[in-house]
């Protein structure tokens, strides 16, 4: 499995990573970036499995980036890792392609989403 981790706070990245690495045993790959702009040419690139994607990033936020990686590759599954909980960020994110959508605060279910091959996306 591949990975790649969006969001601007290095700490935060780290912390995703760790929890990643303790709990999932067949990660090939973490990758991370800092911005929207990033996240889309290195999905191009690398074509991770998942991508955790903040959505106030600079450059570009994560659902413009979630738009264009999904508009490309319909397959890509993103998971919208926010702080914010709004309505409106869920609805866009889930008319753009996003799997699902987890508030930080609640960074340790991430874990079991990307493990369960049967997850359904965010409707």
């Not at 990660?27 to 690398?46: L, P, Q, R, W």
């Not at 600079?58 to 702080?83: F, H, S, V, Y």
């Not at 909980?85 to 996003?98: F, P, Q």
Request: with cysteine; charged share 25%; net charge negative.
């Amino acid at each position: 499995m591949t990975i790649l981790i969006v969001d601007d706070n290095t700490k935060f990245r780290v912390f995703i990573k760790k929890i990643l690495q303790a709990s999932i045993h067949n990660i090939e790959t973490i990758y991370e970036c800092e911005d929207g702009e990033s996240a889309v040419s290195m999905y191009n690139e690398f074509k991770p499995d998942w991508v955790l994607m903040d959505i106030k990033l600079p450059l570009m936020d994560g659902l413009e980036a979630t738009r264009l990686i999904t508009g490309k590759n319909p397959e890509a599954k993103i998971i919208i890792l926010t702080q914010y909980n709004d309505t409106e960020y869920r609805e866009v994110a889930s008319k753009w392609g996003a799997y699902n959508f987890f508030l930080k605060e609640n960074v340790e279910l991430i874990p079991k989403c990307l493990n369960n091959n049967n997850s359904t996306r965010e409707s």
